[in-house]
T-cell receptor, first 112, second 114 residues
Framework: GENVEQHPSTLSVQEGDSAVIKCTYSDSASNYFPWYKQELGKGPQLIIDIRSNVGEKKDQRIAVTLNKTAKHFSLHITETQPEDSAVYFCAASNFGNEKLTFGTGTRLTIIP | DGGITQSPKYLFRKEGQNVTLSCEQNLNHDAMYWYRQDPGQGLRLIYYSQIVNDFQKGDIAEGYSVSREKKESFPLTVTSAQKNPTAFYLC?????????????FGEGSRLTVL
């Protein structure tokens, strides 16, 4: 089955700086890669996703890049703000398969 | 408001007791999921259901059971056979991966077995 590894497990950045979280996946059939943000005491919420037919997708301050050859994808957050502090999860699935496999999460802390 | 409601938010049980966690959605989603969240292990899939009266095992189904008698409801029972039941449990729903693939999560239920 699919295996998703996520790094780093914790990340602290100064407010205004950029943050990058990286994930690798094992199943070459995976073609859907979402990122979820989990705030304290809440369930995860989708913030951005990418499918394997594109290499990059951007939404305001967040962007995701995908390298299918190397089987890795990354989340980039620019101009970080205190409200970006949360746990971020990457995930992967084969779009024809109901099973979404999650990474182990990155706790991002923005230092004011 | 549309969304997913999980209850209870916190639950304490003695070892050996079965416990049922409730999950209700009013989003008219066909697919529903149960995940378990442990520190440092991410979210692991327990069971999922794509349609009423049908469900499939996920990666860690042992010691758990589910039912899907109504589209809106997908309760999870943690049985006494689950060796390490203390965890944070998340329910989610979605249109199904044939659509957007997005999952909508509830706020979770934290189960502590004493």
């Amino acid at each position: 089955g699919e295996n998703v590894e996520q790094h780093p497990s914790t990340l602290s950045v100064q407010e205004g700086d950029s943050a990058v979280i990286k994930c690798t996946y094992s199943d070459s059939a995976s073609n859907y890669f979402p990122w979820y943000k989990q705030e304290l005491g809440k369930g995860p919420q989708l913030i951005i996703d990418i499918r394997s037919n594109v290499g990059e997708k951007k939404d305001q301050r967040i962007a995701v890049t995908l390298n299918k050859t190397a089987k890795h994808f990354s989340l980039h957050i620019t101009e970080t703000q205190p409200e970006d502090s949360a746990v971020y999860f990457c995930a992967a699935s084969n779009f024809g398969n109901e099973k979404l496999t999650f990474g182990t999460g990155t706790r991002l802390t923005i230092i004011p | 408001d549309g969304g997913i409601t999980q209850s209870p938010k916190y639950l304490f049980r003695k070892e050996g007791q079965n416990v049922t966690l409730s999950c209700e959605q009013n989003l008219n989603h066909d697919a529903m999921y149960w995940y378990r969240q442990d520190p440092g292990q991410g979210l692991r899939l327990i069971y999922y259901s794509q349609i009423v009266n049908d469900f499939q095992k996920g990666d860690i189904a042992e010691g758990y059971s589910v039912s899907r008698e109504k589209k809106e409801s997908f309760p999870l029972t943690v049985t006494s056979a689950q060796k390490n039941p203390t965890a944070f449990y998340l329910c989610a729903s979605g249109l199904g991966v044939t659509n957007t693939g997005e999952l909508f999560f509830g706020e979770g239920s934290r189960l502590t077995v004493l």
